[in-house]
């Protein structure tokens, strides 16, 4: 199973969109500081969502359209703007 993932950090209000074969892993990576993109306040950021994909070549294109910062993006953000709003991390 292959993962898109996005990550908000409560500090910064920043998103971070990735892709993965193992989402607990990742995930502890990006917490720990491993990882150059999220190092900076990596105890603020949270997973708020992930989609599953059983090919890698459709995870892969999901992320590159999330990441080009597209219509995708946007329409995703505001899909979890009430999960964002519940959990206050609205920003």
Do not use: P
């Not at 193992?22 to 500081?33: A, I, P, Q």
């Amino acid at each position: 199973m292959h993962y898109v993932y996005v990550l908000h950090n409560l500090k910064s209000k920043q998103y971070y969109f990735g892709c993965t074969d193992d989402l607990r892993r990742r995930f502890s990576e990006h917490k720990n500081g491993e990882n150059v993109s999220t190092k900076s306040n990596c105890e603020y950021w949270k997973l708020i969502f992930y989609e599953a994909y059983l090919s890698k070549k459709d995870a892969l294109i999901r992320e590159k359209q999330l990441k080009r910062h597209s219509s995708a993006s946007i329409f995703l953000k505001k899909r979890l703007i009430n999960s964002l709003i519940e959990l206050g991390m609205k920003g």
